[in-house]
């Protein structure tokens, strides 16, 4: 794929990231007619037709041990509880944790379609990302003194992943070896330095590597630039979604799996139709990101978008020596379709992005897609060509949650006001949900902390238009990125 500029009115990149969102939902309005006879374009071949598919080829899961766990028996019949979750990634898991500390005597019951980490968390990059989505774009607006306020809370998210793993002997290969980001145009470079002065306003150090330094770092031709802070982790993910799960376990919350939601009735007492049987409570929290508006919730306002993993055989001590990158960060470029590539315990490479599909009628994504995954493949060797021939071992994709301003939103809403949320995450939801698990905790229990002032909290996420709309312009978006970029990039 040719190389792509970041767009010179966006100085970092998760607002590149926004813009991205942004391209894909502009002009909605007007164009409802264009949105018609779409459904054939949307189709992909590889896309299965329910919410699950048969088959995933996740390193993580393969990592975690999934297919020798235990996935916990479906609720049958008609129940009776005092909390209801709907989903067991990260979200769920996380108010699970702290809805079961701060309300304790409480009857909580997580309800999951397939097994804890099935979703984005069991499949994501590992990235336990610094700061919150929207951070940046807060700052930007409300200044870097109330940034750096929300940094500063949001640090809670992997202080809690490391309290886990401290107080419950949770084991999910947490690495905090900081992260990097790389330019590859000069004007990448340009906007990298914009970034470290707003990192410098927020109380984050970062350093900056260029000529030989950058090629001590991450040796790779494709780079000129790279910003590092030593803030953030890589872990494996699976690990961390399969060992929360005995933690909530323990403390009195009772998971369901292999239970699929099928309705939600809400009321002053909601009524939750699943599969094989319902369950009723007077608070309800959905932990369900990209995953959302399938159960028809935030329809329109979060977008279902795809992004795509692959994982490498384990390189050679000789193949590490010849790309740098000792310090095992988490690294990134910043191109609009930007990758995102770290280490493993055992010596692989994961790398994700490149291209980020969403499907027409907000359909999930497929467990793989072959063209993208073709794209990540080239990718790797054009950033590492020290590289080429590596195998290629796994290669899998997951659904995120996206909003057309990249902040997420977590709250509470519905008529009786007891209907408690934390979506789109905009693919930054690793240590982000920790913090929302929290917020929906301390919303429910009355409880007042840094964490319920955050901006995000009760946040309106705007309207993204139609959805068949919605990915023919995405579509033309990436189109038009690729035919522009691919003129202006040396
Ligand atoms: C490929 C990929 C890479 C990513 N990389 C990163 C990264 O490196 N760093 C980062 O911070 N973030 C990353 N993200 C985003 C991050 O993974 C998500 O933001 C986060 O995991 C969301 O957690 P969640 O619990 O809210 O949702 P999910 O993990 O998606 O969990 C939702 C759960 O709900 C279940 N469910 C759905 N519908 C129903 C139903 N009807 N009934 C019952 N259960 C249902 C699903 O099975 C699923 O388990 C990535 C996402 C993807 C897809």
């Not at 942004?22 to 309005?29: E, R, T, Y």
Request: glycine letters at 12%; hydrophobic letters at 40%; proline letters at 5%.
């Amino acid at each position: 794929m040719s190389e792509q500029k970041e767009s010179p009115r966006h100085k970092v990149r998760r607002v590149s990231r926004r813009s991205f969102i942004a391209g894909a939902g502009l002009g909605a309005a007007g164009m409802w007619a264009a949105s018609r006879g779409l459904e054939r374009l949307g189709d992909d071949p590889a896309r299965p037709p329910e919410l699950y598919e048969y088959f995933v080829d996740n390193f993580w899961f393969k990592s975690a041990g999934l297919e020798n766990q235990a996935i916990n028996a479906p609720l049958k019949g008609h129940h009776q509880a005092d909390i209801v979750i709907i989903g067991g990634g990260f979200t769920g898991l996380a108010s699970a944790y702290h809805l079961s500390e701060l309300m304790p005597g409480k009857k909580i019951v997580l309800l999951e379609g397939a097994c804890c980490g099935y979703g984005a968390s069991g499949r994501n990059g590992g990235f336990c990302d610094p700061g919150l989505p929207g951070l940046m774009e807060y700052a930007a607006s409300a200044g870097l003194e109330a940034g750096r306020r929300a940094f500063e809370a949001s640090t809670f998210g992997i202080a809690q992943i490391k309290q886990m793993i401290s107080e419950h002997g949770l084991s999910c290969d947490f690495e905090e070896n900081g992260m990097i980001e790389a330019a590859i145009t000069e004007e990448q470079a340009a906007s990298l330095e914009e970034e470290q002065k707003v990192y410098s306003g927020l109380g984050i150090k970062s350093t900056m590597f260029t000529g030989n330094a950058l090629k001590e770092a991450i040796n790779s031709p494709r780079y000129i630039a790279a910003l590092a802070i030593p803030n953030g982790a890589i872990l494996n993910p699976a690990k961390l979604a399969r060992g929360m799960k005995p933690i909530v376990e323990n403390r009195g919350v009772e998971v369901r799996e292999r239970t699929v939601v099928l309705r939600v009735h809400p009321g002053k007492i909601h009524r939750i139709e699943t599969e094989m049987g319902d369950i009723t409570a007077p608070a309800l929290v959905l932990g369900l990101d990209g995953y959302a508006p399938g159960l028809g919730f935030f329809r329109n306002h979060v977008m279902p978008m795809s992004s795509y993993v692959i994982a490498t055989e384990p390189l050679s001590p000789a193949q590490w020596q010849s790309i740098g990158w000792s310090k095992r960060w988490g690294l990134s470029d910043i191109r609009l379709l930007f990758d995102y590539l770290r280490p493993t315990v055992d010596g692989r490479i994961v790398i994700g992005g490149s291209d980020y599909p969403c499907y027409a009628h907000d359909a999930l994504s497929s467990g793989n897609n072959k063209p993208v995954i073709e794209l990540l493949t080239q990718s790797l060797f054009t950033t590492f060509p020290q590289l080429e021939g590596l195998r290629i071992d796994h290669a899998w994709g997951g659904t995120m949650g996206i909003s057309r301003d990249y902040t997420p939103s977590v709250g509470v809403m519905g008529e009786y006001k007891n209907i408690y949320y934390g979506v789109a995450y905009n693919g930054e939801g690793v240590a982000f949900a920790q913090i929302a698990g929290r917020i929906i905790a301390e919303l429910m229990s009355g409880e007042h902390s840094a964490l319920t002032e955050l901006f995000v909290v009760n946040h309106p996420i705007p309207y993204m238009g139609p959805e068949n709309l919605r990915f023919l312009l995405s579509e033309a978006y990436k189109t038009f990125l690729k035919w522009t970029n691919g003129k202006k990039v040396k």
